[in-house]
Every structure is written in C-alpha cells, then in structure tokens.
C-alpha cells in the first residue's frame, strides 16, 4: 500500500511515503520534529495505527540531507517555523491536489517544532485540513497563527516533560477552535516510557477517527 512520491518545493525534491488503505476516508499529513525524518520510528507508529483504523497517511522528509546536516551544526533550520510550514503547505497540495483524495478531509500529525509548522499550515489552509495532532510540541512557536486556526486540535504532552507541558497550556489558551489537551502521565518529551507511545497512537487515532471520518448516516 506504501507508495513513493516527492513534494517539490524552494527548489528541492523531498522524498514521502503516501500509503492509502482500503475504504480510507481520510489523509493525515506528518511533520516530524528536528533531527528527525519521514522514516521516524514515532511517527511511523503512529501512522501505522492510523492506517489500521482506515486513515490514509503522508510522511515526508521536511529537509533535504544537505540541510539535515547543517542544522545539526547549530539547529537554525529546525526552528525555522516559516521554511517548515511552506515546506508542510506543499505537501498538503500534492494530496489535496490528486482527484482521489479531492473529497477527502486532511488532517495534520505535527512533533516537537513540526507542531508549530502544522498549525501555521492549518491557519493557512482551512478548507482541506479540519484537524491538527501535537505531540510533545511546541505550538508556541506558531506566534500569531494560534488564534487563526479553524481546526479542532489535540495537544498531547507527558507529564513529565514539564516545560512543554506549560508551552502547551499557554498555546491552548490562544487556539479559538475546539482545543483538547492531553497529558500521558508518567510520560517524559519523547514518549519513550513503556506504553507511553501506545498511548499517543490510540488518542491520536480516536481524534482524527471522530474530526475527519465523517458520521455514518442514521
């Protein structure tokens, strides 16, 4: 079902994975957070289980190596929230812009400073992207965008990551549209605590299964 593709976008060709299962009424687009990349092994399991409950999903390198490399000289580029969001913003294109994912809802899975980008994006792009997961992020970073974001959004931070957690509170005040904020107890920045990431996949899933599935008829 896995299926390769580039978003062309400032001049470069970044490599995603767009796999689509059967009968999905959905796509979620992630953004993954700094040193990382689409091959990420806690977005891919996310992805996994939104894929398992009939979501479509798009995972897609936001940099190019060169880039990857310089940023981990000194990180300028991971907080570059506007070249993320751009970067982010193609991506949502390719998939609205396919006949087979037209009449689909869009949904965006944001980690760490990739968060920021996918409420920049969804501030940008109310008509496709109805609905916006953060994991352990940095919605602060969005600046002003926060109160033009028409998405329903889920924040969803550990416990113990105590200075997020209180970036996140701050970030939920300023959202205008349906906001929940989640905290995984017992859970550190990365999700890394037994169960923990588990936990994430299964709210992230019921949030986007209820935001973008639409209702059975009655």
Do not use: Y
Request: no cysteine.
């Amino acid at each position: 079902m896995d299926e390769q593709l580039t978003i062309q976008v400032d001049g470069h060709q970044l490599p995603a994975t767009l796999t689509d299962p059967p009968a999905s009424q959905g796509m979620v687009v992630f953004a993954h957070g700094s040193g990382s990349s689409r091959h990420s092994p806690r977005n891919v399991h996310v992805a996994r289980t939104l894929q398992q409950a009939g979501i479509g999903t798009l995972l897609f390198d936001l940099l190019t190596g060169d880039e990857e490399r310089a940023d981990a000289l000194d990180g300028h580029l991971r907080f570059d929230i506007g070249l993320l969001s751009r970067r982010l913003d193609a991506a949502v294109d390719v998939v609205a812009d396919q006949p087979r994912f037209a009449e689909r809802p869009i949904g965006l899975f944001g980690a760490s400073t990739g968060a920021a980008a996918a409420l920049m994006t969804a501030a940008r792009r109310p008509p496709p992207v109805r609905s916006v997961v953060s994991r352990g992020g940095r919605p602060d970073l969005a600046g002003a965008a926060l109160s033009e974001v028409k998405a329903a959004v889920l924040l969803i931070v550990g416990s113990l990551d105590h200075t997020v957690l209180e970036l996140n509170r701050d970030a939920a005040r300023q959202l205008r549209a349906e906001t929940v904020l989640s905290v995984v107890p017992g859970a550190t920045h990365l999700f890394s605590e037994p169960g923990a990431l588990d936990e994430v996949a299964r709210l992230a899933t019921a949030w986007f299964v209820r935001t973008l599935v639409p209702p059975l008829p009655a």
